[in-house]
């Protein structure tokens, strides 16, 4: 588990375990970490690729608890790794008000933690490593039924967070707060500044391939700086992107703070003055 409580303070406060690992003298007494969704206690590990909780010892999350069910999958995986990361991910609420989007303050400092660590990393590398070529990078059908938690207590099938442009849109449009934590696919154009300063990649349109509908990759100004040297790496190439996904001023967008974090690249084009080719 990524996150639980911390209850030495007086308060349930929501930890991470990369917060822990990175801030340990923050953390003293490692016996009040608790479960977010039943209350067990939990211990922090350094684990061996990534910082987590897990259960203490002699213990077992209450039958009724979400997080305990869902990673009860973990048991068919056959010992795949990547599906073990992906079930066991909490994704973040996907509450973001369009002044936060292109946010530099506070707040906007708080939604780009959740997606510039080391585990958001490991994360969508899992989802390129699950992709099926055959099927045009969608989930092949062992996949498409695995559940993913999120904070709010919500289930979501794995092929539900996914998608193609105008699949991502049509989850948007239909979504309480036309804002949605998803994973995109989608071939990449040139990026061009927008007024402000922030950065706009687009994603290609075609309508062959459910990609009828503009969408782009965000990256507010404040985070250019940190990007501009792997603009290149992405710019040409069929890519899955995982973030905050909403329609703004600038359209329908995904929110970028770390492109090495939220961006992975399934195929690279050679730069061409049209723009990537389709993906079939």
Known sequence: MEFAYYVARGVNEKVSAIEVDSNPNDFI????????????????????????FKRWRGTAHMPHCIYGNITNQIKNSDNNKDI???????????????????????????VSKQFTGKRTRMFISSVKNLLDP????????????MQ????????????????????IIDKIDRSADKAIVCIVKGNTLTP?????????????TSGKHKNSQKFSLFIPKDYVPKNSGRLDDITGAFIVGYGIARKTDYGYQMTIFSIHHQVAVLKKYEKSNTGPAPVT
């Not at 039943?38 to 350094?46: A, D, K, M, V, W």
């Not at 055959?134 to 039924?145: A, D, H, I, L, V």
């Open 29 to 52: 007494d490692r016996t009040k970490f608790r479960c977010m969704f039943c209350g067990i206690q939990l211990e922090f590990s350094h684990g061996t690729s990534y910082p987590l």
């Open 84 to 110: 073990e990361l992906l079930v066991s991910t909490i994704l973040p609420r996907a509450l973001m008000s369009p002044q936060q989007h292109i946010s530099t303050g506070h707040q906007g400092s708080n």
């Open 134 to 145: 055959k099927k045009g990078y969608y989930f092949s059908q062992n996949y498409e039924s």
């Open 148 to 167: 993913i938690l999120a904070e709010t207590g919500e289930k979501y099938y794995l092929k539900d967070l996914f998608g193609a442009q105008d699949e």
């Open 192 to 204: 061009k500044a927008t007024i402000g300063d922030h950065v706009l990649i687009p994603l290609s």
